[in-house]
């Protein structure tokens, strides 16, 4: 492709003479026939060393290389790149005849269904969606249009997956909520009658689980992004264009808001209110309500400028303790004097 040809997709100025991209890469491995990107400060250095064809970035640094893209947010426009150069993985294309179909169910003709999937009763499969092999889709369950559903993913019965969503191999949805109730003999199992709805263009990380609800919905909004390893309780609830990293842990009947990160190995207690734009840093444990737009850190979680001070101070408590039994020491040596 021209380098011309991508800055006219992107709607973007591009400075030097034109000439063919073959792909993209980094700063330090590209060659000259491949595009990077720089939108840290801390590399530009790499400009100098580079032998990337052409190089996406800030306006302000365009004196710096011959043949660039010119960009505001070049890594932005850098990920739209790679979308562009970007081959889908996946060989087989069709429906093939080693997979189970059942009877009732409705797959669109331009769905491409790999040996191996198993397709419930009454499900529904939409245009132009992939499922890799080892599939299960249970009863009723739906799927939309423009879809990719990676190898060994369980959707149980009567989940709902909307239009655009990617699930990477190995996750579940739909299974059955973490429910008992106490009884004199042991633990009676509360039937997880709910179901599990997935909005459009949601992606789902590798062996990420989301419980259908006890009754009602587990609902993921439009546009959130799950990482993998992520655990998600019956009757949570995710707003819009959030984003949970690996390992966070959300329990039941917890609502998150739109916009709201979680960084890596975050738990969230159950029946919380996580309110929009709010971020909680890595490893943070949240016990309460966050109202909207608060960022907190630390177990437990608080303010994000004071986890940050308590964290400086953390490491100096031994210090701290001795210069304190110390000062103790001698005030009980002054009051004995006192007292004489």
Do not use: W
């Not at 003479?17 to 491949?34: H, M, P, S």
């Not at 080892?134 to 989940?159: F, H, M, P, Q, R």
């Not at 819009?240 to 960084?263: F, P």
């Amino acid at each position: 492709m021209l380098l011309s040809e991508i800055a006219a997709k992107l709607n973007l100025e591009f400075k030097g003479k034109d000439k063919e991209i073959r792909g993209v890469n980094t700063l330090e491995d590209a060659r000259e026939d491949e595009i990077s990107f720089l939108a840290n400060p801390k590399y530009l250095s790499l400009l100098e060393k580079t032998k990337a064809g052409a190089i996406i970035l800030n306006p302000d640094l365009s004196s710096k290389v011959e043949t660039a893209l010119l960009s505001s947010n070049p890594y932005l426009d850098f990920a739209r790149t790679v979308q562009l150069f970007a081959k889908p993985q996946g060989c087989f294309s069709g429906q093939s005849d080693l997979a189970f179909i059942h009877p009732t169910a409705k797959v669109h003709p331009t769905a491409n269904i790999y040996p191996f999937v198993f397709i419930g009763a009454e499900a529904q499969i939409g245009a132009k969606t992939t499922i890799f092999p080892g599939v299960y889709v249970g009863e009723k369950v739906k799927i939309g249009t423009d879809c990719v559903i990676y190898a060994n993913v369980c959707l149980l019965a009567e989940s709902k997956i909307g239009s655009k969503v990617i699930i990477h191999a190995g996750s579940v949805i739909g299974s059955d909520g973490f429910g008992f109730a106490q009884s004199q003999t042991g633990l009676e199992k509360f039937p997880q009658v709910g179901r599990v709805v997935i909005e459009d263009e949601v992606e789902i990380g590798a062996n990420t689980t989301i419980d259908r609800a006890a009754l009602g919905e587990t609902r993921i909004g439009k546009g959130t992004k799950i990482d993998n390893l992520v655990q998600i309780g019956h009757n949570v609830k995710i707003g819009q264009n959030s984003i949970l990293v690996a390992q966070v842990g959300i329990a039941g009947s917890t609502s998150i808001g739109n916009q709201v990160i979680l960084a890596g190995q975050v738990g969230i207690a159950g029946h919380l209110t996580i309110g929009d734009g709010c971020r909680v840093a890595a490893q943070s444990g949240v016990g309460k309500d966050l109202p909207p737009k608060t960022d907190v850190g630390g177990s437990p979680a608080m303010p994000h400028k004071l986890f940050l001070r308590s964290s400086v101070i953390i490491p100096k408590l031994p210090e701290l303790q001795k210069k304190i039994r110390y000062l103790e020491k001698k005030i009980v040596e002054l009051e004995e004097k006192l007292e004489e």
